[in-house]
Structure formats: C-alpha cells, structure tokens
C-alpha cells in the first residue's frame, strides 16, 4: 500500500526557513514526479512545487526564489527547502505523486507568525 508520510513543519517567525520532508513507501518510487501542495485556511489546495522523476522542478509563482525542491530516490524521499517564509505561507503541506488523484498523507502544519 502506498503510503507518504510529510514531516518538518511548526511555527517559524517571518523570514524564517524550515525544510519538509515526505518519506514514500509502497511505491517504485524513483519512476514518479513528485510535488508540493499546500492548503491554507478557507482556501482550495494550491500546487507549490513540482520534481520529475528526471529532477526538474517547477514552482508557483508565489514560492519561486524562495522554494527549493528536491528528491533523494535512494531514500524515497522529497524536500521542499522553504526560505524567506512569509504569513501567506500558512498552511498544512503535502506531497504527492505526480498523478492522477494520488495518495494524501496527513499533511505537515507549517505556520509563520510573529
């Protein structure tokens, strides 16, 4: 069974960084393109970042210069290295394959207040 577990987030300051991890189980994993989704309140998800199995990323506007992501396929795992964090960027985070309908996991609470 396909499992993706998100960890990392909690509560940053403004300009503060924090890196998200998403470990995957029950998958080839290395064969999928993976992203970054996030939900915040009172809004629809939203797409932040995208991985190919090949390594090229896409971002939304909103996190580019500020969003890293990035995969290590011998760990089944993907990283979204969030610098700069803004307020807006509240919201729970999760990862995803990239494909049709995916497997939510629990999703990490990243908050950025003073």
């Known amino acids: 069974q396909v499992q993706l577990v998100e960890s990392g987030g909690g509560l940053v300051q403004p300009g503060g960084s924090l890196r998200l991890s998403c470990a995957a189980s029950?998958?080839?994993?290395?064969?999928?393109?993976m992203g970054w989704y996030r939900q915040a309140p009172g809004k629809q998800r939203e797409l932040v970042a995208t991985?190919?199995?090949?390594?090229?990323?896409n971002y939304a506007d909103s996190v580019k210069g500020r969003f890293t992501i990035s995969r290590n396929n011998a760990k089944n795992t993907v990283y979204l290295q969030m610098n700069s964090l803004k307020p807006e960027d509240t919201a729970v985070y999760y990862c995803?394959?990239?494909?049709?309908?995916?497997?939510w996991g629990q999703g990490t609470q990243v908050t950025v207040s003073s």
């Open positions: 995803n394959l990239g494909i049709k309908g995916g497997y």
């Open positions: 029950g998958v080839i994993f290395r064969i999928y393109a």
């Open positions: 991985i190919t199995s090949g390594g090229s990323t």
